[in-house]
Structures are given as structure tokens and as C-alpha cells.
T-cell receptor, first 112, second 113 residues
Framework: SQQGEEDPQALSIQEGENATMNCSYKTSINNLQWYRQNSGRGLVHLILIRSNEREKHSGRLRVTLDTSKKSSSLLITASRAADTASYFCATVLTYNTDKLIFGTGTRLQVFP | ETGVTQSPTHLIKTRGQQVTLRCSSQSGHNTVSWYQQALGQGPQFIFQYYREEENGRGNFPPRFSGLQFPNYSSELNVNALELDDSALYLC????????????FGSGTRLTVV
């Protein structure tokens, strides 16, 4: 079963705009990770945030984690056409660290 | 440093046949996990191998089996293929288990007809 749900399911923006995707989960986590997938191919690891962290940055990416609300958000600033992809959050549970549990994904379309 | 390599890239099989998918893990990584991703869905965990032993399994039937070799490469075997097995199969390697990020391969697209 999917632990995470992402919102929105699809997002269309213009180049230069910011894109925000949200992820909610159900069970206590060790960490939460965000991945990008281009055209149904392999997943690319973007960022990992641990349960005791609240915010992390990597280039144009900003991830927040609110464990009290069991939610995370991914912000991509100054979007580019090359950011067009599906974005997935994945959780690693506190007591079962052998797997990633993926959400349903957000399809981001960035128009030039 | 090489990433994760999967072969073949695409595969078409007939219902009832058996298939073997292969994965070479990233250099230095000792853990390999396999995921199944149906069209339009997030990946689903199949199982994980750590130092040649199965280290966790998802909700998949026994006809899904795997191996990890001393060089940490891995195989996923699926027997008695069903139409619903059509999916993208992703291999991911990591150093240790879940508390780290994973490196994914480009996947094998399996079509069962």
C-alpha cells in the first residue's frame, strides 16, 4: 500500500515560476526522500531529510518536514523546462528501514 | 564511479514464461533493492538483498525471487508471468539499508502479452 500521498497530482507552470509539491504520510518515519523521474525511466535522488530536521536546501530545491502533521513539501524555485518530470516522495519507516515507501507522485510540466 | 546498470532495457514475454532481470550496483554499495512500478503509479517494494541475503520483502508472491552475488550485483526472477506483471522494474543500490539515499538504475520495461 502507498504510505504517502502527494498533492497536487499534476502541476503546470511557466518557466521562472516556483513549483510546490506536498506529501503526506501516515506512520512514524526515519527519513523522507524526494526523487525525480523523467518519462517513466529511472529515479533520481534529489534530497533526503531526516526526522529530526525541519528544512533542507539543495540548489534550487527546498524541502520542509513537519513530523507533527506528517507532511513534507518540495519547493523548486525559478523552474526550468528541464524540470518537467514526475516527482515522488518516499518514506523510510522508523522501525522498518529496509525499504522506501513511495507516494503517488506529482507530474510537473514547465512550459517555456 | 559507475552508477546502477540494469539489463535488458526492454523485454516482451508471453504469459506463463519466466524472466530474469539483472542489475549491477553502484561501486561501494552493498545493498540492492528491487521495485515494481506500474504505469501511472509510484514504485512498489519487491525485496532487498544485503550481503547476499534477503533483508526484507514486500507484498509479492513467491514466484518473484532474487539473488545477490558476491560482487553485490543482483537478479530478479519472475516465474509464471501474468499480464499484470507488465511494469517498469527498478533496481536501486545503497550503502546499508534505508537510512541512506538510494541510486536507481534506468529500469527494465517488461511487457507480458
Amino acid at each position: 500500500s502507498q504510505q504517502g500521498e502527494e498533492d497536487p497530482q499534476a502541476l503546470s507552470i511557466q518557466e521562472g515560476e516556483n513549483a510546490t509539491m506536498n506529501c503526506s504520510y501516515k506512520t512514524s518515519i526515519n527519513n523522507l526522500q524526494w526523487y525525480r523521474q523523467n518519462s517513466g525511466r529511472g529515479l533520481v535522488h534529489l534530497i533526503l531529510i531526516r526526522s529530526n530536521e525541519r528544512e533542507k536546501h539543495s540548489g534550487r530545491l527546498r524541502v520542509t518536514l513537519d513530523t507533527s502533521k506528517k507532511s513534507s513539501s518540495l519547493l523548486i524555485t525559478a523552474s526550468r523546462a528541464a524540470d518537467t518530470a514526475s516527482y515522488f516522495c518516499a518514506t523510510v519507516l522508523t522501525y522498518n528501514t529496509d525499504k522506501l515507501i513511495f507516494g503517488t507522485g506529482t507530474r510537473l510540466q514547465v512550459f517555456p | 564511479e559507475t552508477g546502477v546498470t540494469q539489463s535488458p532495457t526492454h523485454l516482451i514475454k508471453t504469459r506463463g514464461q519466466q524472466v530474469t532481470l539483472r542489475c549491477s550496483s553502484q561501486s561501494g554499495h552493498n545493498t540492492v533493492s528491487w521495485y515494481q512500478q506500474a504505469l501511472g503509479q509510484g514504485p512498489q517494494f519487491i525485496f532487498q538483498y544485503y550481503r547476499e541475503e534477503e533483508n526484507g520483502r514486500g507484498n509479492f508472491p513467491p514466484r518473484f525471487s532474487g539473488l545477490q552475488f558476491p560482487n553485490y550485483s543482483s537478479e530478479l526472477n519472475v516465474n509464471a508471468l501474468e499480464l499484470d506483471d507488465s511494469a517498469l522494474y527498478l533496481c536501486a543500490s545503497s550503502l546499508g539499508g534505508g537510512p541512506y539515499g538510494y541510486t536507481f538504475g534506468s529500469g527494465t520495461r517488461l511487457t507480458v502479452v
